[in-house]
């Protein structure tokens, strides 16, 4: 069986050495020398100024919204994963929907303009697939209008535009380190940004708004992650470089096998250097897109419909017009992608969907 990911696991005496450190310094959460070594070697290795170590991605979009006093109206993407949207509404907030570029996959800044109003207070943005948004003319509008704006950065681990970390875009970048992603602690997720005054506000509200043991700046939230979830980050960041390597030929052997199956792919923003997070793939009409994910499925190729269903058409969430996005979510799929996938089931998952096409 193959399926669309499958965590990477390192080999489990390395993780063990950092278990047997834990139980010496019988020091298990609240900010340990684990957490704080996971932070260091991030921003090391991503070239960033902060970053703060959270419980998932989801906590880390609220957090955000909260630091930056986002209320009212927010312009969202109806492409993403479902934590997007919830986040918002969960903050008691709206998302108001712009609809997606069809060629980027990402929010169409265009569509941004359109949708404020009197009550919108900020943006949040998805690089959907680790690809960047259109910053610059995010960044623009934001400028003009007064709006706070959230990357939410959960698939663009290791990503750079014009040579830059693109964590380092936005009010906050925030991004996962669930289990199923590039980069993983099993769960896990950050908060950056480039001010160090709401660095400090997050990471009060990362632990229930404590100043000082007996003292509190504001309501805080528990935000925090454990020297288990740290010590998982601090191995896997040992086979980071191999992690991207290999995800880098897998797409290569996806293109040359797949270059007669009538389907388009995203285009990589210009100027980006792209973590070849997902293999996504847009297939000419719906019909033929369950046409090859039922002969995968015979096969026991399990590829995943992601994003599916357009997220403005959740029941708990106002209508807005999205029409780009209602219909490349029904037609697109992401093949399987994961550090131990090889290259025969590339092979044979691209005759699986030659086949399909071609009967
Ligand atoms: C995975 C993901 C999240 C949620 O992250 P968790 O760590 O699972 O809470 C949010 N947004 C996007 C786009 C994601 O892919």
Redesign the pocket.
């Known amino acids: 069986m193959i399926n669309v990911t499958k965590p990477f696991l390192p080999d489990m005496e390395e993780y063990i050495d950092y278990v047997k450190s834990i139980w010496e310094r019988n020091w298990l959460t609240n900010n340990g020398p684990l957490v704080n070594d996971l932070e260091l070697r991030l921003k090391d290795f991503l070239g960033l100024d902060h970053l703060l170590f959270l419980g998932?991605?989801?906590i880390a979009?609220q957090i955000a919204m909260k630091a930056l006093g986002m209320k009212g109206e927010i312009i969202t993407t109806p492409f993403?994963?479902v934590?997007?949207t919830s986040s918002i509404v969960w903050e008691g907030c709206k998302p108001v929907f712009a609809d997606i570029d069809p060629h980027s996959l990402c929010i169409d800044p265009a569509k941004i303009e359109e949708r404020i109003t009197e009550h919108t207070t900020g943006i949040l943005a998805?690089h959907v697939y680790g690809n960047p948004c259109d910053v610059l003319a995010i960044e623009k509008i934001a400028a003009k209008h007064n709006l706070k704006v959230i990357y939410?950065a959960?698939?663009a681990f290791g990503v750079k535009y014009k040579g830059r970390s693109i964590f380092e875009y936005g009010d906050i970048s925030t991004t996962?380190?669930?289990s199923t992603?590039l980069f993983h602690t099993v769960?896990?997720?950050a908060v950056i940004t480039k001010d160090h005054d709401l660095l400090k506000t997050m990471a009060r509200m990362r632990n229930f708004g404590h100043n000082s043991p007996d003292t509190f700046d504001g309501a805080g939230i528990n935000g925090k992650n454990s020297e288990f979830h740290a010590a998982m980050g601090l191995v896997n960041m040992k086979h980071i470089d191999a992690i991207m390597a290999s995800r880098k030929a897998q797409a290569m052997a996806y293109d040359k096998c797949l270059a007669n199956l009538n389907v388009t792919k995203p285009t990589i923003l210009k100027g980006a250097e792209w973590n070849y997070s997902y293999y996504p793939i847009i297939f000419e009409s719906e019909e033929i897109l369950l046409k090859s994910i039922y002969e995968l499925n015979g096969n026991w190729v399990y590829p995943r419909r992601y994003f599916y269903p357009s997220l403005s058409t959740l029941d708990y969430v106002d209508k807005y017009e999205c029409p780009i996005s209602e219909d490349i979510s029904k037609r697109v799929l992401c093949l399987p992608m994961f550090h131990s996938l090889k290259e025969e089931d590339i092979y044979f998952i691209s005759r699986l969907l030659l086949r399909a096409q071609n009967n």
């Open positions: 998932n991605g989801t979009i993403s994963y934590a997007t998805t939410d959960a698939h996962s380190f669930h992603k769960e896990g997720g």
